[in-house]
């Protein structure tokens, strides 16, 4: 129905900037939440931000003030920009859509996509 890639991860310095992308295909997005979480070694899976349809978002305290969501429906396509990057913000990065729930903070989201790796180095 919806497959999801994400693209953009790499290696970077830190304070660094970096923009990661969620590119949809199957059928529109667009009034989708649309959320990215992240998972470092050894860790669990951690909610980054998410971003309703309307384009209202929410971005979790850790990387508050550093991260920013957006979504370009013309393309299909959800945007995590991260700067000021630390170490500590290395990860495989996920984006997922349609939550079924109204706690988009958590893991329930109906599709995935596999990944891409985000490594800060010190």
């Known amino acids: 129905q919806v497959q999801l890639v994400e693209s953009g991860g790499r290696l970077v310095q830190a304070g660094g900037s970096l923009r990661l992308s969620c590119a949809a295909s199957g059928r529109t997005i667009s009034g989708d939440v649309v959320g990215w979480f992240r998972q470092a070694p050894g860790k669990e899976r951690e909610f980054v931000a998410f971003i309703r349809g309307s384009g209202s978002a929410y971005i979790a305290n850790s990387v508050k003030g550093r991260f920013s969501i957006s979504r370009d429906n013309a393309v299909n396509t959800v945007f995590l920009q991260m700067n000021s990057l630390k170490p500590e913000d290395t990860a495989v990065y996920y984006c997922?859509?349609?939550?079924?729930?109204?706690?988009?903070?958590?893991?329930?989201?109906?599709?995935w996509g596999q990944g891409t790796q985000v490594t800060v180095s010190s």
């Open positions: 997922a859509a349609q939550a079924p729930y109204s706690d988009y903070t958590t893991s329930n989201y109906k599709y």
